[in-house]
């Protein structure tokens, strides 16, 4: 099982969100505001670092748990949904899950996503 994070335009947010919808066993996902700043590009910066450390954007982060098999599919598609071609478009980082526990049935790990009927993930 790997996590994936994004973080995304806000205005691209319902385009991702949407596009994940319409995957074949889409895991579901966790969608929250942050703000941040990225790195100044080559020969850019700023006037003072305190200049740098206010500078931040409204941006969108979305968190989901989901099978390997599923990660390059996920991450493609908030890449293509993602991007407008300028800077800030955002970034996409997966992460390994040792346990996953879906609370309101108590089930762990692959049994957890296996209830959701994905491909793979057979309880048994």
Request: charged content about 30%; aromatic content about 4%; glycine content about 10%.
């Amino acid at each position: 099982m790997k996590e994936i994070k994004a973080i995304v335009r806000p205005a691209r947010l319902d385009r991702v969100s949407d596009a994940l919808r319409k995957l074949p066993g889409f895991p579901g996902m966790s969608v929250g505001k942050v703000e941040g700043c990225s790195r100044f590009p080559s020969g850019q910066n700023p006037r003072n670092p305190k200049e740098a450390l206010t500078e931040f954007s409204s941006k969108m982060r979305i968190e989901m748990v989901c099978p390997d098999e599923m990660v390059d599919p996920i991450m493609r598609l908030i890449s293509e949904q993602g991007f407008t071609g300028q800077a800030g478009d955002g970034l996409v980082w997966v992460t390994d899950v040792l346990h996953r526990v879906r609370v309101v049935e108590k089930e762990r790990d692959l049994a957890a996503l296996g209830a959701l009927g994905l491909p793979g993930t057979d309880p048994g």
